[in-house]
């Protein structure tokens, strides 16, 4: 069943629409603040499709995913009561505890690993806001973490080129079940194991 190389032509097509680059930056100040979609899924195709911007949609969405991280932040110092009944019920709340621990012993570090890291971000963002860091620190590290990310995707991208590019529509649809099954596997592993 080739399901996935049908969404991948999709998904290279839009990488090209001319609105790309701000449906880019609203998903990366999103997913810095309350959006569970990270903003690679959009970099990595764009710069595979446009290398020559690839750095400019490094920039864009590292400068967007830090205004996001920034709005994360005022989400958690002024406004924890009103979103915690949401971070309870997305099933957040136990990393969001043990990411408040992190803080508490790395601060500046634990933003900044958390940017270049898959993991959520947001929580980080919310953390940093609920124990009122330091707010430079905040925004350097995040800027850091964020940007060493962001730009190595973009990187490997333009690194991979077109050869990157006939390898992914080549193996794609074997890739996307892969992920599918290890998906399957993960939790139904961390259900019944």
């Known amino acids: 069943m080739r399901i996935f190389s049908s969404v991948y032509n999709k998904v290279m097509a839009w990488s090209r629409h001319r609105h790309a680059p701000g449906y880019l930056a609203g998903l990366s100040f999103a997913e810095s603040s309350f959006f569970p979609i990270p903003p690679d899924v959009m970099l990595a195709p764009?710069?595979?499709?446009?290398?020559?911007?690839?750095?400019?949609?490094?920039?864009?969405?590292?400068?967007?995913?830090?205004?996001?991280?920034?709005?994360?932040?005022?989400?958690?110092?002024?406004?924890?009561?009103?979103?915690?009944?949401?971070?309870?019920?997305?099933?957040?709340?136990?990393?969001?505890?043990?990411?408040?621990?992190?803080?508490?012993?790395?601060?500046?570090?634990?933003?900044l690993i958390a940017g270049f890291s898959p993991v959520p971000y947001k929580l980080f963002t919310i953390s940093a806001g609920v124990i009122s860091m330091a707010f430079v620190p905040f925004v350097l590290a995040s800027a850091i973490g964020r940007g060493a990310r962001f730009y190595l995707v973009s990187g490997l991208m333009v690194w991979g080129g077109e050869r990157m590019e006939e390898k992914l529509r080549c193996y794609i649809d074997r890739l996307g079940w892969l992920v599918v099954f290890a998906i399957v596997g993960v939790y139904l592993i961390s259900k019944y194991g």
Do not use: C, D
């Not at 764009?46 to 005022?74: C, D, E, H, N």
């Not at 949401?86 to 570090?109: A, D, N, P, S």
């Open 46 to 111: 764009m710069s595979l499709a446009q290398p020559k911007r690839a750095w400019f949609f490094a920039g864009l969405t590292t400068l967007a995913s830090v205004a996001g991280g920034i709005a994360g932040y005022i989400i958690g110092m002024y406004f924890i009561e009103f979103i915690e009944p949401f971070i309870h019920k997305w099933g957040y709340w136990e990393k969001f505890l043990h990411v408040r621990v992190w803080f508490e012993e790395w601060g500046f570090w634990a933003i």
